[in-house]
């Protein structure tokens, strides 16, 4: 079992950046598929983005595709969420999951098992 915990989370103007983690604890992260959504207020959670357990495959929703990026360092137990140009409707709180899983990326959130608490990210001027 793994357990994971997001950081990095804080108010930001648009157009800013910000990078999130997701630190695993317990078994190592590296046998496992990460995925990143968010949740807005009033709104369902919605995929972000994925990576694969090597890090070799990425998945990113359309609205967030060429501005965020996800990246892996499993020797650190970690993942990564870089975003960039963040606009105002990027403003949500954003966990990070994980699921046992040797290949391929997860889209949907019912096929993950592990979650974080999440971490809000505000973008607003």
């Known amino acids: 079992q793994v357990h994971v915990q997001e950081s990095g989370g804080r108010l930001v103007r648009p157009g800013g950046s910000l990078r999130l983690s997701c630190a695993a604890s317990g078994r190592t992260l590296s046998d496992y598929a990460t995925g990143w959504f968010r949740q807005a207020p009033g709104t369902e959670r919605e995929f972000v983005a994925g990576?694969?357990?090597?890090?070799?495959?990425?998945a990113f929703s359309d609205s967030v595709k060429g501005r965020f990026t996800i990246s892996r360092d499993n020797a650190k137990k970690t993942v990564y969420l870089q975003m960039n140009s963040l606009k105002p409707e990027d403003t949500a709180v954003y966990y990070c999951?994980?699921?046992?899983?040797?290949?391929?990326?997860?889209?949907?959130?019912?096929?993950?098992?592990?979650w974080g608490q999440g971490t809000q990210v505000t973008v607003s001027s």
């Open positions: 999951a994980g699921r046992r899983l040797r290949f391929g990326v997860l889209r949907d959130e019912n096929n993950y098992e592990n």
């Open positions: 990576i694969s357990s090597s890090g070799s495959s990425t």
